[in-house]
Antibody, heavy 120, light 107 residues
Framework: QVQLQESGPGLVKPSETLSLTCTVSGGSISTYYWSWIRQPPGKGLEWIGYIYYSGSTNYNPSLKSRVTISVDTSKNQFSLKLTSVTTADTAVYYC??????????????WGRGTLVTVSS | DIQMTQSPSSLSASVGDRVTITCRASQSISRYLNWYQQKPGKAPKLLIYGASSLQSGVPSRFSGSGSGTDFTLTISSLQPEDFATYYCQQSYSTPNTFGQGTRLEIK
């Protein structure tokens, strides 16, 4: 059974870079798209971007200038970097698998999420 | 960006009730609409994809309908484990966007 697990620092200082990794276990990272989604405390969900195992990416324009998503197929991992963070970036960050039926895409598998707090 | 608006934002209901949640898109999204359930402290869980297809393992009391700009999620007979927050999400175009959520509470 495929599982996703986020890892990384829970506290990041303002203006620094947030770095998270998602490890895919129980299956190969190849042949799927993989996403990052975040949720500020008490608020709704925001899609950050996705990456294909080949390395092609698509980012939310609202974050595009600060976001990089990368993949390491040898480790079955993909990663998120968000630069120049502010307190507005405080959120639970989820990694998720992006699957497709026909031409409809959806997030069918999620990690448990990790809270990242931006504070000095 | 396509805006997704859910109504109501919160809802109180009793076990056994039939409940309907509405999601409206700011432009036509065909049937590229998915529904998720989120319980406190947990990740969202996919319920419905493609407006009306039930995800494997999801109870049949959940159903979805709609196309274009208007969609509904219906729970035919509420169970205690269904009290949660529900989100719709469009996959017609990127950035994929979510509704603001509907919190379903016990009456």
């Amino acid at each position: 059974q495929v599982q996703l697990q986020e890892s990384g620092p829970g506290l990041v200082k303002p203006s620094e870079t947030l770095s998270l990794t998602c490890t895919v276990s129980g299956g190969s990272i190849s042949t799927y798209y993989w996403s990052w989604i975040r949720q500020p405390p008490g608020k709704g969900l925001e899609w950050i971007g996705y990456i294909y195992y080949s390395g092609s990416t698509n980012y939310n324009p609202s974050l595009k200038s600060r976001v990089t998503i990368s993949v390491d197929t040898s480790k079955n991992q993909f990663s998120l970097k968000l630069t120049s963070v502010t307190t507005a970036d405080t959120a639970v960050y989820y990694c998720a698998r992006r699957a497709v039926a026909g031409s409809n895409w959806y997030f069918d598998l999620w990690g448990r999420g990790t809270l990242v707090t931006v504070s000095s | 960006d396509i805006q997704m608006t859910q109504s109501p934002s919160s809802l109180s209901a009793s076990v056994g009730d039939r409940v309907t949640i509405t999601c409206r898109a700011s432009q036509s999204i065909s049937r590229y609409l998915n529904w998720y359930q989120q319980k406190p402290g947990k990740a969202p869980k996919l319920l419905i994809y493609g407006a009306s297809s039930l995800q494997s393992g999801v109870p049949s009391r959940f159903s979805g309908s709609g196309s274009g700009t208007d969609f509904t999620l219906t729970i035919s007979s509420l169970q205690p484990e269904d009290f949660a927050t529900y989100y719709c999400q469009q996959s017609y175009s990127t950035p994929n966007t979510f509704g603001q959520g509907t919190r379903l509470e016990i009456k």
